[in-house]
């Protein structure tokens, strides 16, 4: 009877072993993950070029007066009584709108004077602008900015009244 025991025993381990194997999910084999490296970021459109002016300055000449055909022959030393032309020469490709800005600031950084002119450019052109005063102007040292449109023309010019 002792040999039914061990075999009962043994049968029922090995059906319980079975069981189990049975019952077991097979695991499916896991593939290893793909690393992808993100797509490059497109690449921007350059940017488009910044649009010619319409207007562009070829020169500005700080004088006494103006011959017949606008053109002002440059000084840098004034008398308190002058006249001071502001000659501003500009070309278009375009006939286009343009405004003229110059401005007279006195060395202390006082605004001495400011005027505008608005013209339209079609093509090679000049505009004088002229500073005048009732009373002498102060002696000293002045600076004459000038912009068309907004846009610095040329550098500043130093003139001086003695």
Request: hydrophobic share 40%; with cysteine.
């Amino acid at each position: 009877m002792k040999t039914n025991r061990i075999s009962y025993a043994l049968m029922i381990a090995l059906a319980g072993t079975v069981a189990l194997a049975a019952c077991k999910k097979k695991e499916e084999p896991v593939a290893a993950p793909v690393v992808t490296e993100p797509a490059p970021a497109p690449t921007p459109p350059p940017p488009e070029p910044a649009p010619a002016p319409a207007v562009s300055t070829t020169s500005v000449t700080v004088g006494t007066s103006a011959a017949a055909d606008r053109s002002v022959m440059a000084a840098s030393a004034f008398t308190p009584k002058d006249k001071i032309v502001v000659s501003v020469k500009t070309d278009a490709a375009v006939p286009a709108n343009a405004t003229i800005d110059a401005k007279l600031t006195y060395q202390d950084g006082q605004v001495a004077g400011q005027k505008t002119a608005t013209v339209v450019a079609s093509d090679a052109g000049t505009t004088n602008i002229e500073f005048t005063k009732a009373t002498p102007w102060p002696a000293g040292k002045y600076k004459v900015d000038v912009t068309v449109n907004g846009q610095a023309a040329g550098m500043s010019q130093e003139i001086e009244i003695k």
